[in-house]
């Protein structure tokens, strides 16, 4: 059914929102099944990931306008786009979301194309390379336990000190 250019319009804005967060990612999905495609929405949503289906042709038109740097990928296929929709939120939510859910899935039903990280379009490697990142709240915790283990260390060794005075 052919769309309205009120409808496009809308559809033209909302990817041109994806594209200006500070992450987007463009999925690939082919064979998912609606109740899939249903769970992989809501494990994005929980993330603050909004993710939309558009046709190829109006998000080469938005990215033509978007104002990212870079040579903008080719998009082969069905195309989705998954966005942090809090600008506050971990910019690394769009690509480790969707690169779990399509080992969940299986890569070649729902996989990374490209994206777009800090105004910059990135190819699969890249965006797949951001994936792998942990999440800040993961980061955090490895810099807390940095921070804690020289000061570990000083009291395992004091307390062995302690305990050969006391022996």
Known sequence: MARTKEEKKTILDKVKTGLAAPSSV?????????????????????????YFVAKKTLIKR???????????????????????ADAD???????RMVYNIGKELGGERFSILAGVYEK????????????????????RGMFVNVIN???QGL?????????????
């Open 26 to 50: 463009f999925v690939h999905f082919k064979g998912v099944s609606v109740g899939e495609i249903g769970d992989a929405r809501k494990k994005l949503r929980d993330e603050g990931v909004s």
């Open 62 to 84: 938005a990215m033509q306008d978007s104002g990212v740097e870079g040579d903008a990928p080719d998009l082969e296929g069905e195309v989705a786009i998954a966005y942090s």
């Open 89 to 95: 939120g971990d910019p690394t939510a769009p690509a």
């Open 120 to 139: 910059a379009f990135l190819d699969k490697a890249g965006m797949t390379e951001i994936a792998t990142i942990p999440s800040v709240l993961v980061l």
């Open 149 to 151: 283990s020289p000061i």
């Open 155 to 167: 009291v395992v060794a004091l307390g062995q000190i302690a305990e050969r005075k006391t022996g």
